[in-house]
């Protein structure tokens, strides 16, 4: 076991390894050359004293911080090659970038819509599963980021320096009309789905429709089947209707893994307060989002920083308190401003309002996951008790999945 390359953190057993080490370049696959896990953009740290400094490595090696929302991928520097990228089947994980980040564990949704292997649309059931059996592969020659599939094997990755990387998916649409995929996915160990994405599937309509009828005759039996199996809900990408009737469906707490406030930045994938009081008055949580574009605040059209990405998190603290709020960043490593417009139809969305077309580069101090310790320097830095940010970076998840997942 060897520790990390921040002091003053708990001991990790990472150990240089590079995804797809087992294999030859150039003969087994093609390389790419791959965006920098640390310094693809100017490194920007919160500015703290040594003591806030101290505290804030102190907490995160007190208490397991949970990403809700991310991917823990690594794209090609040059993103316009992302598409052939993904049609090779060898999407590498940030493992160098992941030690940085404090994390003992991170809801990884793969490739989700951009899994075009086979499909320049996406979430085709065959690419799906062919993208997660890879990272899992790869995952199965290090002991750094291991899978996590209980609350046993996310204290275990805690405890052990490890990172729970948490199988999930932004949306069911690749179990097309059948049920019993869901089933199929939770063998494969997904544990967080998505109802849809931003376009409407079987189970109901996505955030970016015209109009939403709501949760489907289908999404209704998919709730339940997922409440039977022990699968987290997400609604993030949902429309208003299907996200409150999924909420009320669900026997057990649904998430907004990743989003923000509406009321501070009028898109459609940021919820309004209706959905994000009704998840919390259920148990549930929403997870604040860094993605270019999407936490934002007006009237600023030109700023995406820590400072309105935290924004969102105190709007939506003082709207449903601190039990109701987390984080999901929803990053990963490489150029994510640069991958809408990439010309695959899972890539491309249409805008609804003037503020969809405004996409910052990239979002200064929470660029990729990596630079999660910033969320916990500002909570220490604005004075959040120690409760409280052992429940915003991970307690407030593992209180939900102690009452969603079945074991």
């Known amino acids: 076991m060897v520790d990390g390359p921040i002091p003053g953190r708990r001991p990790l057993r990472y150990a240089g390894y590079r995804s797809f080490d087992y294999l030859e370049p150039g003969r087994d696959y093609r390389p790419f050359r791959l965006a920098s896990e640390t310094d693809r953009v100017p490194p920007f740290t919160v500015a703290v004293s040594e003591a806030e400094e101290a505290r804030a490595w102190r907490l995160l090696a007190a ?6 929302h991310d991917h823990l991928e690594v794209d090609p520097d040059d993103i316009t090659q992302l598409d052939e990228y993904v049609r090779e089947g060898r999407v590498a994980t940030g493992y160098e970038g992941l030690a940085r980040s404090g994390l003992a564990a991170a809801f990884e949704n793969f490739g989700d819509g951009s899994a075009t292997i086979t499909s ?21 020659h290090q002991d750094f980021v291991v899978r996590a599939e209980t609350i046993a094997d996310v204290r275990a990755a805690f405890a052990g320096g490890q990172l729970g990387a948490i199988p999930a998916l932004e949306a069911a ?3 097309e009309n059948e049920l019993d995929r869901i089933d199929i996915l939770y063998g494969l160990g997904i544990r967080m789905l998505g109802v849809v994405y931003s376009e409407s599937n079987a189970l109901g309509a996505g955030c970016r429709e015209p109009s939403d009828g709501g949760l489907t005759g289908f999404g209704l039996r998919a709730v339940e089947r997922m409440n039977k199996l022990g699968m987290l809900i997400d609604v993030s990408h949902a429309g208003d209707r299907t996200s409150l009737e999924t909420i009320r469906a669900s026997r057990v707490p649904v998430v907004i893994s990743h989003s923000g406030s509406r009321e501070l ?5 940021c919820k309004p307060d209706a959905v994000i009081r009704a998840c919390a008055e259920r148990g549930g949580v929403i997870g604040i989002e860094a993605a270019p574009g999407t936490t934002m605040v007006r009237p600023d059209l030109a700023t995406a920083s820590i400072e309105t990405f935290m924004r969102h998190f105190e709007y939506c603290v003082d709207l449903v308190g601190i039990d109701g709020v987390t984080f999901g960043p929803d990053t990963f490593f490489g150029d994510h401003a640069g991958s809408y417009g990439i010309p695959s139809g899972a890539l491309l969305a249409s805008g ?3 503020y969809d077309a405004i996409v910052p580069e990239y979002v200064v101090g929470l660029e990729n996951i990596g630079e999660y310790p910033n969320i916990v320097r500002w909570l220490v830095k604005h004075g959040y008790s120690d409760d409280e940010i052992a429940k915003a970076i991970g307690g407030n998840t593992l209180r939900v999945l102690e009452q969603v997942w079945s074991r």
């Open 63 to 68: 208490h397991p911080a949970i990403s809700l």
């Open 120 to 140: 320049k649309s996406g979430w085709k059931w065959s690419d799906v599963v062919a993208d997660i059996g890879m990272r899992y592969s790869d995952w199965a």
């Open 352 to 354: 609804d309002s003037e």
């Open 265 to 269: 930045w009028p898109i459609s994938k």
């Open 173 to 175: 649409t690749p179990i």
